[in-house]
Each structure stands twice: as structure tokens, then as C-alpha cells.
């Protein structure tokens, strides 16, 4: 048997970055993302966002990439939203997303930071946050 402990700190948004999260939206599809996630043993260690984006801190698997977690988890909720017609009009995510390893000594400071998506983006837009992550993490440089 293998162990791995690697915790992953992705961020994916709505389609067009549309606000389609609703407090009320979000919290049915957080709840319901965090079931599905059991059923396929993705460990969710937290799972927020604000109305065109989400923050997830998962474990990543010995078997499963980034990628493929990612795509379980985004494909599987979309298609929840539309066959519960949650939002008016359909409902997709974007391609892209923003992943980054966490390590260990500060997995508490992105836990309160998933945490406090609604009160963080009072003061900053997403927008300004997907920018500050890609120059923080310099992914400009890494085609």
C-alpha cells in the first residue's frame, strides 16, 4: 500500500467568470460536490468561493492527477447544476484553473482563506485575486 499526503489548493470559475453562484447556489453545490467527491475518495479538506469561482483544498490520490481530480469534480457538478435547473440559464465551468501544492506548515492559512471567501471578496474582486495568483506563483513564465 502506498501513502501519499499531498494537499492541493484549486481554484476554478464559472464560464465567463458569470455569477452564477448565489449564496443559495453555492452552498446546495458545495454540499453536493463534497458527497460526490466521497464517492469517488477524493478527500475535500475545505470548499468555498464567491459567486463565479470556487476554492477547494483536496488530498490528492496516489492513482489520480490534478488533472483527472479536477475533471471528476467539475464535470460531475455542472452536470448536477443543469439536471437541478439551479441557475436560469446553463450552467458551465471554464476550462482553465489555477492548482498549487500547500505545504504542510501553512495548510491552516489556506484553510481560513477558503474560509473566508465571502468576507475577502467585499474588499477584492476576482479578478484582482486570479492575477495576484498568477504573479505570486509566477505562472506567467510557465507557458
Not at 63 to 83: G, P, Y
Request: proline share 1%; aromatic share 12%; charged share 30%.
Amino acid at each position: 500500500m502506498s501513502f501519499v499526503k499531498v494537499m492541493i489548493h484549486a481554484v476554478w470559475g464559472t464560464r465567463n467568470r458569470y455569477p452564477f453562484l448565489t449564496k443559495e447556489v453555492r452552498e446546495k453545490l458545495i454540499s453536493h460536490i463534497k458527497e460526490n467527491a466521497k464517492t469517488k475518495q477524493i478527500y475535500i479538506d475545505r470548499l468555498d468561493g464567491h459567486t463565479e469561482h470556487l476554492h477547494c483544498l483536496f488530498g490528492l490520490n496516489a492513482d489520480t492527477s490534478i488533472a483527472k481530480t479536477l475533471q471528476l469534480l467539475k464535470e460531475e457538478s455542472a452536470f448536477w447544476i443543469n439536471k437541478q435547473q439551479l441557475t436560469a440559464s446553463k450552467f458551465e465551468w471554464a476550462d482553465e484553473y489555477f492548482a498549487v501544492s500547500v505545504s504542510e506548515s501553512i495548510v491552516d492559512k489556506v484553510r481560513a482563506y477558503i474560509d473566508g471567501q465571502e468576507e475577502h471578496h467585499k474588499k477584492v474582486t476576482f479578478t484582482q485575486e486570479y492575477e495576484k495568483f498568477i504573479s505570486k506563483y509566477n505562472f506567467k513564465n510557465h507557458g
